[in-house]
């Protein structure tokens, strides 16, 4: 009795053992509300510059599962279908469950939500990070993928410093804009818009002397586009459009305008010199490759529904002067 007690102990041991070493997980396709059978499965090792460590394939059930050689370190599990990479954060122990979708190059049901313009200056520049939601609310959901998923209009003279996009995953990585020939402030980019939110930040400098006309144009129409600026910058507008919103944080101020319609925006104008103060999170890789464990772009600046509660709750006029031209 005694033998088979301490047999049953190590077995029990050897399995807990075994389990904590181990990624384990389960694919479906919700497309078609099926097992993803045979989708690439790729484990990378984040503490190394997302080194792959071990590769392999759903079952006809879609499960998968990997041997963790480092259990001690975060890794990141990708699960490719149709071309189009679903990652997901994972330790030794995890037991996943990843959603992937049938992919298409354009689909129905892509809207914007909203769109954040943080302004602050940089010595004889204007630093500017435009960040903005998309979702894609498609029925059946699918995903769009290919060379061109969205366009971004940037101000003509702007000098990109960096791209960020980021998924329903919450993974943020660099990608690239890239110039439409012929169209100074039209650019667009590469990154697959999954179902649910999709985020991008632009982040770029502009030459300044004081002052800067900005006209904003969205390919999507928006339920808020919102421009912050610190305190001692001056934003003025002849649009009725804008709104000051209370924001409970003296660092910096905000108007906005709601249910904006796809094209050119309210313009608006800048005045002055102030600092905006960083967002709060992990600066991001310089590799276009490499994933980094980000919050989502925007949600550091206030959310479309805060700023719809402060508007309502307090809305007063805003000192309109002329602001002609384009940015």
């Known amino acids: 009795m005694k033998i088979s007690l301490v047999l049953c102990l190590l077995a029990c041991c050897s399995v807990g053992s075994l389990a904590a070493d181990t990624i384990t997980g389960v694919a479906r396709n919700q497309t078609l509300g099926l097992p993803a059978a045979g989708d690439e499965v790729i484990l990378l090792r984040l503490d190394q510059g997302m080194q792959e460590v071990a590769r392999t394939k759903t079952d006809p059930q879609g499960t998968f599962a990997f041997n963790v050689h480092s259990p001690d370190k975060l890794h990141l599990v990708r699960l490719v279908h149709q071309g189009v990479n679903y990652d997901q954060r994972a330790s030794a122990g995890d037991a996943l469950s990843v959603d992937v ?81 012929g169209e100074p402030e039209h650019y667009i980019v590469n990154f697959p818009l999954r179902p649910g939110a999709t985020k991008f930040s632009f982040n770029y400098d502009l030459p300044y002397r004081g002052r800067a006309i900005f006209h904003p144009r969205s390919i999507v129409s928006l339920q808020q586009l919102a421009v912050m600026i610190p305190p001692t910058m001056k934003f003025t507008s002849r649009s009725s459009a804008f709104d000051v919103l209370a924001t409970g944080n003296n660092s910096y101020q905000v108007e906005a305008a709601n249910q904006v319609q796809a094209g050119e925006g309210p313009g608006f104008e800048i005045s002055g010199l102030g600092i905006l103060p960083a967002l709060q999170s992990p600066a991001p890789s310089q590799s276009k490759s490499r994933a980094v464990p980000l919050p989502p772009p925007a949600l550091s600046a206030p959310t479309a529904s805060a700023m719809r509660a402060q508007a309502a709750a307090r809305r007063r006029p805003v000192l309109r002067q002329s602001a002609g031209g384009r940015r």
């Open 101 to 181: 979708f049938d992919a298409a190059s354009k689909i129905q049901g892509v809207t914007g939500s909203i769109e954040i313009i943080r302004i602050g200056t940089n010595g004889n520049f204007l630093h500017v990070s435009d960040m903005v939601e998309i979702r894609n609310n498609s029925a059946p959901p699918l995903t769009q993928a290919g060379k061109h998923t969205f366009d971004v209009y940037l101000p003509a003279h702007a000098k990109i410093d960096s791209v960020l996009a980021a998924g329903s995953d919450k993974v943020a990585v660099m990608i690239t804009a890239v110039p439409v020939p």
